[in-house]
């Protein structure tokens, strides 16, 4: 009962015998050391067992010996099985033509794979490849080698740097890496470098262009700092003008900042409520009764479902009703003129770009009046002050 | 002389604490319920039908008798049998 796949596979035999002296077959069977299992009396003479195929034959000159007869009742397991299987010639022939048919099959190209194109299109790598003996529907074992074939490509794809080819079961993977083309610069017409407005020049610093002022250099707004005409008035040349120039530049600031100020503060008092969505409506689930704050604020949040990316037009809304009040702050002096040069820098810095520094403040004046602080600043900020002039011709004459 | 071998096997058994059916070839049965019964060293068979099973041993017989008796497997010294037993009787000497 152990060896039950290896029974199966030796094969065995259910018989009946017959005869007087079943008891001595059994003894007999016992000192050729034939094994039988499932043994069965039926009735007066007539026992029933299971044996192994190969020891079927060793049984005939015991029952000659014993005086029995048998008769085979069924078989049992692959070798009869088997035997059924080989006298049915179709099928035998069916199993090996589909097993020749995987195999051809699984010899040939199925499938072309172009990865990792960006400019190149697919069909231009693909033309290249069927040229090399590599489409689909090709016999393997016709190919040449792969490594081979990647070289051929890569010679023959000048605007590839690398291109590899796998074959990975039926299919056939190109992989190829572009080479990277630098990015092409903006066009620019030519062009002066001149003054935003009146400065100092700190910095001045020419990377294309004739600088015409230098550092310390007082100049007006729309004064010409990198000329873009370079050479005397016979030898000319007009080139984009480019390069970086700082400088000081002056900023008055009017404020008036008042001293009460009003501040909204939330009291922390929340009432939720809850939606139900469906389609364009919403229906009140949760947090019904009548609101007890003066004045609040809103906050929703939609959920809505969805099966992977198609809308179900079902979903919930939370609401979230936050009580708020209006606080009154008093700012002393001091603090709002901290608020209004917080004001005027902020403003500078949204004007000018993020590289401008401030390099000193002053408060010119600062009164109060009726609730009110009246302050003028004085700022001096290090910027770039460059912006461009295209050159025409009417310019070219000065 | 197999008096004196027989003695001093005894004395070997009761000294050493050996199972008894090694020194003096002995049957061991095991029986599982009234559903199993297994027999070790045996002598072949005597009888079988399905309410009796007769088994030689070295000295005298066993007997075991029930309903449906079954040999499930049967090898040189050992029988496996199955069915309902009801009762095994042990006969020590010939019937």
Request: aromatic share 8%; net charge neutral; glycine share 6%.
């Amino acid at each position: 009962m152990r060896y039950q796949l290896i029974t199966y596979l030796r094969g065995h035999v259910k018989l009946k015998v017959r005869g007087e002296t079943i008891e001595s077959l059994l003894n007999e069977l016992i000192q050729f050391k034939i094994k039988i299992w499932n043994v069965k009396r039926l009735s007066e003479g007539m026992l029933e067992f299971h044996i192994h195929l190969n020891d079927f034959f060793k049984l005939r000159p015991l029952l000659k010996k014993t005086g029995c007869r048998m008769t085979v009742v069924k078989r049992y397991g692959a070798p009869f099985f088997l035997n059924k299987i080989m006298k049915r010639q179709f099928f035998i022939s069916g199993i090996a033509l589909f097993l020749a048919g995987i195999f051809i099959l699984s010899t040939l190209i199925w499938n072309v794979e172009v990865i990792g194109n960006e400019r190149l299109t697919s069909e231009d790598i693909l033309e290249e490849a069927e040229d090399l003996g590599l489409y689909k529907y090709q016999f393997k074992f016709k190919m040449d080698n792969l490594d081979l074939i990647a070289k051929e490509l890569t010679k023959r794809l000048p605007e590839t740097s690398w291109v590899g080819v796998e074959l990975k079961g039926t299919k056939i993977q190109i992989k190829v890496v572009e080479s990277t083309i630098p990015e092409e610069e903006p066009l620019y017409n030519p062009r002066n470098l001149i003054s935003t407005s009146d400065a100092i020049i700190t910095k001045i610093f020419a990377e294309q262009g004739n600088p015409m002022v230098k550092v310390n250099h007082r100049v007006k707004k729309g004064d010409i700092l990198i000329s873009g005409v370079l050479g005397d008035e016979e030898n000319q040349e007009i080139v984009v003008a480019k390069g970086e120039v700082k400088g000081l530049v002056w900023y008055e600031y009017n404020l008036k900042i008042p001293l009460k100020q009003e501040v909204k503060i939330y009291t922390g008092n929340v009432k939720d409520r809850k939606y139900l969505v469906l389609g364009n409506r919403a229906i009140k689930i949760n947090g019904f009764g009548d609101l007890e704050f003066s004045s609040f604020e809103n906050q929703l949040s939609r959920h809505m479902l969805s099966w992977r990316e198609y809308p179900l037009h079902i979903g919930w809304i939370d609401e979230k009703v936050l009580e708020s009040n209006l606080m009154e702050r008093n700012l002393s002096i001091e603090e709002a003129k901290a608020v209004g040069i917080q004001q005027a820098k902020s403003d500078i810095l949204f004007n000018t770009g993020i590289e401008t520094a401030i390099v000193e403040e002053n408060i010119i004046e600062a009164d109060e009046k009726d609730g009110m602080i009246y302050m003028q600043i004085l700022f001096e900020v290090e910027q770039n002050i460059t912006t461009e002039q295209p050159i025409t011709e009417f310019n070219e004459i000065f | 002389m197999s008096r004196i071998k027989k003695k001093l096997r005894k004395f070997t058994a009761n000294v050493l604490d050996l199972p008894k059916d090694v020194i003096f070839d002995l049957p061991r049965i095991t029986m599982i319920g009234n559903m199993q019964l297994y027999v070790e060293n045996h002598r072949g068979v005597v009888q079988f039908t399905t309410d009796k099973l007769t088994l030689k041993l070295s000295v005298g017989h066993l007997e075991i008798i029930g309903k449906d008796l079954v040999i499930r497997a049967i090898l040189s010294e050992e029988v496996f049998i199955e069915g309902v037993v009801e009762d095994v009787k042990y006969i020590q000497k010939d019937v």
